[in-house]
């Protein structure tokens, strides 16, 4: 009998992800008391019960992962608060999901004004939607078990949420668009009343939604 090994030494042996399985776990794969796993007992339930053909896609695109890791012309610096992540899985979902949410802001500015948004609901509705994306993108990582920088107790806490990350409204485009004067201090105030914030609180709502 082999022995006991954590699950993510059990993701490494099986070559996919670690949450992959996490999956399994939940599905049914016999885990000890211990939280630790029988690799012999784990592997013969994975093959009795996993499709091979969707094994063989985690496998392959944990193995993906590896030859990008180990091919120094296509390493990125990783970016900050992400550092510490050894799984190159991790690092491709603290990547990629945090990127997408710092994308979005201007496209949903843009939206909502082109649907016919005053100003100032334009640009509520983006930073609130940029808050938002911010907690799903933190519960996201969480549920994947990517584990937080150190020091943070969960995604939304870390420093992937620079404000400077965040590409920038173009509010004075816009705000010619829809025929209004650039007046951020009282759309901010709008914002903050429809959080139920004081208007003449000082905290911006780009400095709420990042840390």
Known sequence: MAAPMSKAAFARLMNVHKSQVTRWDQLGMPVLASGQVDPDAAATWVHANVDPALRNYHQRARATEDRRREDPGRNAKPPPGTEHLSEPMDGMLAAVLPG????????????????????????????GAQMALIQQ???????????????????????IWRLSDFEEVDWPGLAEKAGEAVDLDAWRAFLRGKLGEPADSGASAETAAAH
């Open 137 to 159: 993108v933190a519960d996201l990582l969480d549920a994947a078990d990517v584990p937080p920088p150190p020091g943070r107790d969960d995604w939304q806490q870390a420093s």
């Open 100 to 127: 997408m949410a710092h994308r979005a802001p201007p496209t949903i500015a843009a939206l909502a004004v082109h649907c016919g948004a005053p100003m100032r609901v334009a640009y509520a509705i983006a930073m």
